[in-house]
């Protein structure tokens, strides 16, 4: 008679075998393993420990150890059955290829010509023979057919192999994002059935123009929705061929298109100022420096100063540049390289630029929702979007920082150097920021702008910034008779819901002596300057400007969470590549 052991601390199931020696570690098991044939004529022993001696399970053990076997039996039959559906389905497979060998597909030359087209002008060619070109998006396979649905840039088709076109090596071996040529009769899908486009291709020829790896190197593998964000951003070549990323992208084109019509009807002219310059804008704790012939130069931080040279000649002026700013920030709302949309005008006032501002914008959301393909594109990726109403609210800086400590938003208290102060949190023991209200002199900062935006829900025109809060040309609020506290500017940040500051404003100076007096204060050579100075030696006038953040602006129309996800490669600290 054959005796088992099993020890249900130092046992192992798996690669036990019942002896003394080598015992399982549950009845179930054991039971499981035992042969049908030996099963009446097999004892069992059993022990909590090493410390216990073997004895015979009791009763309800043993019966409860046997339903348990019958699962683990189940378990078996299953795996086998699995196992043996997949050799079925390599065998099937490999007969298959074998068989697709011998299958050439060509093209019949009694069919009528086919019409080369893009996917996007299909619709005329319905019930003609076509050829397309593009990348395979997706593909299913449904007994004898399989169906594809081809992406060309301009559009997405639905194609149909069937017959031989669906036997030959390339269609049993084709993967997802090989690119490939497609012929066939273009029909429209009966109804109450849905295609892109309306319609699909019923393929008599195609070929394969360029193969992609399946197995380990296949495109689902390298990438998918729950790819790490640092993977996400190598393969950022890849994640443009997505339906999200290429809308987006999409949507940026028909947005940028949008703002040169608007400025078109207001008589604005496009240039293109220099990236490389000798000049800041900003500040030069953000300039990305360089040698340039053996001269210092900097990549811009806004073409702002030469727009303003442009006035005279060519009245209002914009451009779409991209901007460069060396900050360490890793927030979801900054890049180190963006695109500025920047416009100056000549002749106004700071209500008449807010007013500038507000139209520019809302017929540029007009244009793109009056259009039925850009409409789409944002309510695929902004379903609820609204179109903002008119007037923007306008809040004073004064009234921002009232309006804050009203609703509790506080901000961090810093010392005089600038740090951070914190304390000892007594539940978490960890070290809190001390949180304080905000005072008159703050710079108001971007959680709080966005607290403040989320809570109103509706752009708002922050202006008046106190003047050590801005750059050195803006123009200076008059001061009323015995008026004391901080000097403000005619400056102007407008917000946006979710996003926060979207466009930065403001008149400039237009006196030569007090732009003088500016470049002293902040301590910067005006001989490098003298360009700019010169505006205001030959025919000075009061005018202003503004540059808006394109990948903001794409944010929040498309409700993206970062505006990485709004630019072709972003540019972060770190990250410089593809």
Known sequence: MLTVYIDQT???DASGNGSVDQPYQSLAFALFSTPTAEAETTQYQIRKDADALYDAPTQSATKKAKKDAQGLEKKRLKAQAEERELKEKAEKRERRLQESKKIVLTEDPSLPKPVKSKIVKLESFREQRVRVSGWVHRRRDQQEITFIVLRDGTGYLQA??????NKTYDAVTLQLEASVELTGLLKAVPEGQRAPGGHELVVDYWRVLGAAPGAEEAFTNRLNEQSDPSILADLRHLVLRGETASSVLRLRAALLSAFRQSYADSDLLEVTPPCMVQTQVEGGATLFKFDYYGQPAFLTQSSQ???????PSLGDVFCIQESFRAENSHTRRHLSEYTHLEAELAFITFDDLMTHIEAIICDTVDKLLVNPATAALIKTLNPHFKAPSRPFMRMSYAS???WLNEHKIQRPAEDADGNVITKKDEETGKDEPVMVDHEIGDDIAEAAERQMTDIIASPIFLYGFPAELKAFYMQKMPRKEGEQG???????????????EIVGGSMRIADMEELLAAYKREGIDPAPYYWFTDQRKYGTCQHGGYGLGVERFLAWLANRFTVRECSLYPRWPGRATP
């Open 10 to 12: 130092s046992g192992v």
């Open 486 to 500: 901080p000097v403000y500017t005619e400056s102007c940040d407008l917000l946006m819901p979710g996003v926060g």
């Open 160 to 165: 149909v192999l069937t017959g031989n076109a």
């Open 400 to 402: 921002a920082i009232a």
């Open 305 to 311: 100063l030469y727009l303003e040279t442009c006035l």
